[in-house]
């Protein structure tokens, strides 16, 4: 009986660690599928154009070059400006966003709310039929007279029915017992959800909040639409159209037939100044990520487990 326990428990140890091999076999190879094309872009945007054009991308930077960097800060106070734009729109905007959001998701959840499913219901149904690009431009500027305003960049992406469905999701995990003892303590219900509550939900908040974060800090759309003061473009427009720019100026030398000209058109940083563009874009997202990892996951798998 002792050999067959032995038996058992070796086999055992042997196929958690095969499981262990494959799983860390099987993690390595996404993570370095996922990593090996951003530093292609990194050294993509330290090499030179005519070597990216003639030998591709590479692991290792071709012809170290600053040039395409130098071309993105051309203008320091411009960008500078555009990055304040994007940084302060991204702050306020995920604040806002997550308050509303969880004030909202807080009395969706409640079950002495009478009217929560009719709610709840209206909230779904706008996920299904959109008033279409017509008639929320028609909105923006003509009746909100919000047309080239910051307001503009921060009011479409305020809100979110999907952010609104996770935060409700996690409120409605927390026992109804501790609601309770927090009526017999006298809480209201803004004490309850501001000590009770968010105390609680801090992956849902972290999750929800990286969520915002992101739309507000990759919108461009937006600015295209209701911005034409070039001092008010965020980030991500700002070095959509200087990209934009360089393409159009390279379409016009290289029509002239001068070997000059052409030699100074494929001379002009295009696809390392993408590259760059998009290390300088997503820098700071990647160094703010690790800090709300934890409690990202921890938030994303919200309904996976049933209790």
Aim: with cysteine; hydrophobic share 50%; charged share 10%.
């Amino acid at each position: 009986m002792k050999k067959y326990r032995k038996n058992n428990s070796m086999k055992k140890s042997r196929d958690y660690i095969a499981v262990q091999v494959i799983g860390y076999l099987f993690t390595g190879i996404i993570a370095l599928a996922c990593l090996i094309p951003f530093i292609m872009v990194v050294s993509a945007s330290f090499s030179s154009e005519a070597a990216v054009s003639q030998n591709g991308f590479s692991l290792l930077p071709q012809e170290f070059t600053l040039q395409a960097y130098k071309a993105v800060f051309k203008n320091p106070l411009v960008i500078g400006k555009a990055y304040l734009v994007t940084i302060v729109l991204t702050l306020s905007g995920t604040f806002l966003g997550l308050l509303l959001q969880v004030m909202t998701a807080y009395v969706l959840s409640r079950r002495d709310f009478e009217w929560r499913n009719q709610f709840s219901f209206f909230f779904y149904f706008t996920t299904l039929f959109s008033g279409g690009l017509v008639s929320s431009y028609i909105l923006m500027t003509n009746y909100l007279k919000l047309g080239d305003s910051y307001f503009a960049l921060l009011l479409p992406m305020l809100f979110s029915v999907f952010n609104l469905l996770i935060m409700k999701s996690y409120i409605l995990g927390i026992p109804e017992s501790l609601f309770d003892a927090a009526k017999i303590d006298g809480c209201g219900d803004f004490k309850m959800l501001f000590q009770v509550v968010l105390p609680l939900i801090k992956p849902a908040l972290a999750t929800v909040g990286l969520f915002v974060a992101l739309a507000y800090w990759n919108d461009w759309y937006n600015a295209m639409l209701y911005v034409k003061d070039s001092s008010k473009y965020p980030l991500q427009y700002f070095l959509y159209q200087q990209v934009n720019n360089i393409e159009a100026y390279k379409k016009i030398v290289q029509s002239q037939m001068v070997s000059s000209s052409v030699t100074t058109a494929l001379s002009l940083p295009t696809q390392t100044l993408k590259m760059a563009l998009t290390v300088v874009v997503t820098g700071p997202i990647v160094l703010a990520y690790p800090f709300v990892q934890k409690y990202f996951v921890q938030g994303i798998t919200i309904g996976a487990v049933k209790g």
